[in-house]
């Protein structure tokens, strides 16, 4: 394995054996509230891994670019070198978390079309949410970055919303992240797990993400197992 090149909060990137490749290895680790709570779930490296490979494929072949080539172990991906855009972007089909608090807005509320946000990447600032003036201002994204990447958004909950329901999963909301490779061309980089989606029971509304960990639930990894189960089961 190569040099240690980034090590976060849930992966860790190193400079793969091939120019223009990193690997990308999922770590057992758990945060919440900008790190201010910390755990572990079993196994959720293997799972995480498994689960972004899987919907990094889908994707890729519904046309959607990704830094995805490879899987390289139960925990690794191997990945497209990627500058990554300071920004996420979230993407909100149904009012859960601190949305329902910021907007006063109820619980389980369907948004159509689905709400966009954008957030600065930056986790010493609790990764605020910000709009385009403040990322010009900044000089953080300009605005044909910020269309292509809430484009791709747009098309990635077009993909991943029916998938997910057609495996009894309702897709809340996510968390992506994009990239620049070198020759310029914006793709999706990250991951897409129960750490960066919120999932529901299509039927129970039961939580089955990353909430149970941040709200004490219990069932944290039979909840991520559940949701691979039925993700790998089902596609």
């Not at 004490?216 to 949701?227: F, I, K, N, P, S």
């Amino acid at each position: 394995m190569g040099e240690r090149l980034y090590e976060g909060k849930a992966k860790i990137v190193y400079r793969g054996d091939e120019p223009g490749v990193y690997l990308m290895e999922f770590k057992d680790d758990a945060t919440a509230f900008n790190g201010q709570k910390k755990g572990s779930i079993t196994d959720k490296g293997v799972v995480n891994a498994r689960l972004t490979a899987r919907l990094l494929r889908l994707l890729e072949e519904r046309g959607i670019p990704t830094q995805f080539l490879a899987t390289a172990g139960e925990r690794m991906l191997k990945v497209r070198e990627l500058a990554m855009v300071p920004v996420e972007v979230v993407v909100r089909n149904v009012a859960a978390g601190s949305l329902c608090q910021r907007l006063g807005v109820e619980k389980g509320r369907e948004f159509s079309p689905p709400l966009v946000e954008l957030y600065l990447k930056d986790d010493s600032l609790g990764d605020p949410l910000v709009n385009r003036h403040h990322l010009r201002a900044l000089g953080k994204s300009d605005d044909a970055t910020l269309d292509r990447m809430e484009e791709l958004a747009g098309r990635i909950n077009e993909v991943l919303r029916p998938f997910f329901r057609e495996r009894g999963l309702e897709l809340v909301d996510f968390k992506l992240e994009f990239g620049r490779t070198p020759d310029g061309e914006i793709v999706l980089g990250d991951e897409i797990t129960p750490d960066t989606c919120r999932l529901w029971d299509a039927a129970t509304r039961e939580s089955l993400d990353k909430d149970r960990f941040r709200q004490d639930l219990g069932g944290v990894e039979e909840a991520y197992a559940e949701v691979a189960r039925r993700v790998m089961d089902g596609g």
